[in-house]
């Protein structure tokens, strides 16, 4: 939708659907949330009116029924159905609190479910390859960006932390004593993340390295950029991984992401608790780890398929 500012309605819309928006603000929601509301809201009032809508008194159940249903009938993905729904309850439900309406009509309504795609992961054996080809790099070029780079690969396959986790490391987060990494999560969350022995090896490796790109930028950061010695920016590590990627041959193009899934569903599979790997991968709810028990029985599923005489 080209524009999504209200004073092209009606007077009467203007006024209401306004005083909503600028209550965004104060929720603490994202610039980026509050965009996608108010064009959300703008088509949805759009709707309305060719409907012969003319003021917010006029809506009905119906009429968001069938809006929705305009939703669906456009061909839109059902995450984003879901989202508009959700801009519209919320504004409804404001009216509603505000007196402006006597009832609620988009009160308890809902859409299809969201069918969640799974994610693509690397199979054990090109998480290996990955790991040898960067290394066999590592030791041919001898350079420390080269070894950082194995560093912050076999890290992030190995905790399962977020690219932002990861670039948010200090060097004093990495204990190698005890084998662990201190990662700050989402919403400040504290925790201790199990790092392997290859990991380890590289970790000790970078930092034995580390030295060669610092500048005065570099504070305590774990991970540092090869120009600036800043920490490292996210987009640059996401750069970093795909490009590891392309070493190995027949292996998806993946991010930091995709080595988060990996190792959670590598885990899976080596028979981890399904509770350990909520936890080290940080998530509030274990539902949200389910998703890879599903990975790992479409692998089984295809195991079968191809290997059993009756599949």
């Known amino acids: 939708m080209a524009s999504t500012d209200t004073d092209e309605f009606p007077p009467a819309w203007v006024e209401p659907t306004g005083q909503w928006l600028s209550s965004l603000a104060g929720r603490g929601l994202s610039q980026r949330t509050q965009r ?6 703008h088509d949805f009032v759009l709707f309305l009116l060719q409907q012969g809508v003319d003021d917010l008194y006029g809506i009905t159940r119906t009429q968001v029924r069938a809006w929705l249903a305009a939703q669906s009938d456009a061909g839109l993905e059902r995450s984003t159905i879901q989202r508009r729904l959700a801009a519209v309850k919320g504004f409804c439900a404001w009216a509603h609190r505000q007196g402006i309406l006597d009832e609620d009509p988009a009160a308890g309504l809902r859409t299809a479910p969201v069918r969640r795609a799974l994610p693509k ?34 890290l992030l396959y190995a905790t399962g932390i977020r690219v932002s986790e990861l670039c948010g490391l200090d060097v004093g987060d990495f204990d190698a004593a005890r084998e662990t990494v201190h990662v700050l999560g989402k919403g400040d969350k504290e925790r201790v993340a199990p790092v392997g022995r290859p990991a380890q ?18 504070g305590a950061a774990l991970f540092i950029g090869e120009r600036s010695g800043a920490r490292l920016d996210p987009r640059v590590a996401r750069r970093i991984v795909h490009r590891s990627f392309s070493l190995v041959p027949g292996s998806p193009d993946l991010g930091p992401h995709g080595l988060r899934h990996a190792m959670a569903t590598h ?16 998530h509030s709810s274990v539902a949200t780890t389910q998703i890879y028990t599903h990975v790992t029985t479409e692998r089984l599923q295809a195991v079968f398929d191809q290997a059993h005489p009756h599949a």
């Open 36 to 41: 996608a509301y108010r064009s959300d809201l």
């Open 121 to 154: 992961v690397v199979t054990q054996n090109q998480a290996h390859a990955l790991m040898d080809a960067l290394a066999a790099r590592a030791a041919a070029e001898g350079t420390a960006v080269s070894t950082r780079d194995l560093a912050l690969v076999e």
């Open 201 to 218: 090896r590289a970790v000790a490796a970078w930092m034995r390295r580390r030295d060669e790109l610092v500048t005065a930028r570099s």
């Open 267 to 282: 885990l899976l599979e080596g028979g981890a608790d399904l509770r350990a790997v909520q936890e080290i991968l940080g």
